[in-house]
């Protein structure tokens, strides 16, 4: 008799737009849709500090339609990570992936990666994004990410890898005691995780490339922004030391 699996899917929000919640539903069950039978998934939304865009109506609506749903929000915007870290530290699954609530890579990419994770063993499995990706992002954006994947080269070189920002990630139980180290509130946490989990020799790593679904279009980046990802960088570095 096959085990259970039990798989928890984290999705972070803040101020999503009108119609969200039917998109996190449609997708979620086309990823389900292709999981073994034996697969126990739970979803968890983890809102961060919205103003708006998560109403109660919102919420009951995918408790209706989710055998397996929890919520988890907090009063303050704090960044994605923290709001990552809240959330995977409440789960209790054998295994995790996270990814933003509208799904926006495609669902090969996902089954790929659960695959990796339950059949193959390995502890954390990272989605690098395909060139296509960067063609596709607004000017400051694609500045920012070519930057910092070459930086990443020249700091960081034993790095599993250095396209680190794929908002696609999974691992099992000891990768998810690696993740719960990072310090990073902001967009920077993906890239702290992996510098972490790249020391770990008892990790096994894998890398799969992700490709976006159409129809996503990507926000802008402000200079603001990336001040306070470049600070989050040598703060990277220097807790690496």
């Not at 999981?35 to 865009?53: C, T």
């Not at 994605?80 to 990814?99: E, P, S, V």
Request: proline share 3%; glycine share 4%; hydrophobic share 40%.
């Amino acid at each position: 008799m096959n085990r259970t699996t039990k798989l928890d899917v984290v999705h972070p929000c803040y101020n999503p737009h009108e119609g969200w919640e039917k998109e996190l539903l449609h997708y979620y069950k086309i990823f389900v849709s292709q999981l073994p039978s034996q697969v126990e998934v739970k979803l968890y939304l983890v809102d961060d500090g919205s103003i708006r865009g998560v109403t109660e109506a919102h919420l009951q609506y995918l408790r209706e339609n989710i055998p397996a749903f929890e919520y988890v929000t907090y009063s303050q915007n704090r960044g994605k990570g923290f709001a990552l870290r809240t959330a995977i530290a409440k789960t209790q699954g054998d295994l995790i992936i996270y990814t933003d609530a509208d799904y926006p890579y495609r669902m090969e990419n996902a089954w790929e990666m659960f695959r990796l994770l339950n059949d193959e063993n390995y502890d954390v499995v990272l989605g690098v994004r395909d060139d296509h990706y960067y063609s596709q992002l607004p000017f400051l954006r694609k500045i920012f990410s070519l930057s910092l994947r070459t930086m990443n080269h020249v700091f960081f070189p034993s790095m599993f890898v250095k396209d680190t920002q794929s908002g696609l990630k999974g691992f099992n139980q000891k990768g998810k005691d690696v993740f719960l180290k990072t310090h990073i509130n902001s967009f920077l946490f993906d890239m702290e995780f992996v510098v972490l989990a790249s020391r770990r020799k008892d990790l096994r790593l894998a890398k799969i490339q992700v490709h976006v679904r159409d129809g996503i279009s990507f926000s802008q980046m402000s200079w603001k922004t990336i001040k306070q990802e470049l600070l989050s960088f040598q703060n990277i570095f220097s807790r690496s030391k």
